[in-house]
Nanobody, 122 residues
């Protein structure tokens, strides 16, 4: 089992940057595929990015070229570097862990953090 806690959210102006972190408990972090999702008010939870155990990454189209997912297995942490932020990026951001290759479906992730709010002002 793994517990996840996100940090790094906040209020930023459009065009700005933020780095989100997700710290994981447990000694098997490197065994998990790690994803970032977001949920805006009144909308469904949306896939943002995933980094596999192998380090391979994938992104939703709307964040390609602006967001970068990475992981540090020695620190049990996954990151989401966000730049050129837009008001439409405003949401609660969640990290999630999956033992099996999860793709972009939130149903395929086994563990979730409580989320961190990102607000981008215009």
């Amino acid at each position: 089992q793994v517990q996840l806690v996100e940090s790094g959210g906040g209020l930023v102006q459009a065009g700005g940057s933020l780095r989100l972190s997700c710290a994981a408990s447990g000694r098997t972090f490197s065994s998990y595929h790690m994803g970032w999702f977001r949920q805006a008010p009144g909308k469904e939870r949306e896939f943002v990015a995933v980094i596999m155990r192998t380090g391979r990454t994938a992104y939703t189209e709307s964040v390609k070229g602006r967001f970068t997912i990475s992981r540090d297995n020695a620190k049990n942490t996954v990151y989401l570097e966000m730049s050129s932020l837009k008001p439409e990026d405003t949401a609660v951001y969640y990290c999630a862990a999956a033992l099996q290759p999860p793709g972009s479906s939130p149903r395929r992730y086994d563990y979730w953090g409580p989320g961190t709010q990102v607000t981008v002002s215009s």
